[in-house]
């Protein structure tokens, strides 16, 4: 099993088992052996990690609880070439950045990419507990019916949720709205880069999207409670944008004049 570094999958035992960082894992070894990491983008030094006796290959296109770091252009592409050639499977991680999420219903389609097999869950069901996993017809067909099965699998509140919200997706156009409300917070955060020092680099998809800082940003994250926003982060420094997908231009707006305010204060606190 290969995964890549910076990897997050979860907190399962084999999904802890596929994810990089030591802090996720060093309470539940030992984990699933023969799992090895590989440089998230960088396709030569995966291609070396891979052997035959590689079952497959998994992967976020958009990384996000490492601080949403995009696949760079023609790797996943690239990814999938080399599962073709080896016969490994290539699985993608879609939890966090599939569901209309960067503007695309997959994450994977901004560069033309099919998995054989996605996992999906968060924003599947509108909040309301659900995840699932999409599998090729050929792989599927080696589980029997009821060999894999959970007490609340496929209950019937969660699956009128799920039908809900890919309805609003589609019907409700939210997937295009993400795309638009996306273009619109990066070209505000882009001005927001330019007049404060602070911000090292902003990144991402749609409503996708990390702003990394030159400093912690924990005083930023409770400043932005007292303001009315409540920001993510990823890691020490970066803030994590993930919007609801029916956020409109004036939310982004308040957003923006928000975070312009709180970076102002954390600017003259750290005399930048």
Not at 67 to 86: M, N, S, T, Y
Request: charged letters at 25%; hydrophobic letters at 40%.
């Amino acid at each position: 099993m290969v995964a890549m570094n910076g990897s997050y999958h979860g907190k399962s035992f084999g999904s802890l088992s596929l994810t990089f960082s030591p802090k996720y894992r060093k309470s539940f070894g030992p984990l699933v052996e023969k799992v090895s990491f590989s440089p998230f983008g960088d396709i030569e030094t995966l291609r070396s990690t891979v052997n035959a006796d590689t079952g497959f290959i998994i992967l976020e296109p958009i990384q996000g609880e490492s601080g949403i770091h995009v696949a760079p252009d023609g790797f996943l592409q690239d990814v999938r070439k080399l599962c073709d050639e080896k016969g490994i499977l290539l699985i993608f991680d879609e939890i966090q950045s599939g569901l209309g999420r960067t503007g695309k219903m997959w994450a994977g389609e901004h560069w033309n990419t099919t998995p054989d097999i996605m996992c999906l869950a968060k924003g599947i069901a509108g909040g309301v507990p659900m995840g699932a996993t999409l599998v090729r017809p050929d792989i599927l067909a080696c589980i029997s019916k009821g060999e894999q099965s959970s007490t609340f699998g496929g209950n019937p509140l969660s699956c009128a949720a799920g039908t809900a919200t890919i309805q609003a997706l589609t019907q409700d156009r939210l997937v295009e709205n993400a795309t638009k409300m996306g273009n619109k917070f990066r070209e505000g955060l882009d001005r927001l880069k330019e007049k404060h020092r602070i911000i090292r680099e902003i990144r991402g998809k749609g409503l996708m999207i990390g702003v990394e800082m030159k400093f912690e940003v924990k005083d930023i994250l409770f400043d932005g409670i007292t303001n009315g926003i409540l920001f993510l982060y990823s890691g020490k420094n970066i803030l994590r944008l993930l919007p609801p997908l029916v956020i409109s231009e004036s939310d982004i707006d308040k957003t923006l004049e928000v975070l312009d305010a709180v970076l102002d204060r954390e600017e003259k606190r750290r005399n930048v």
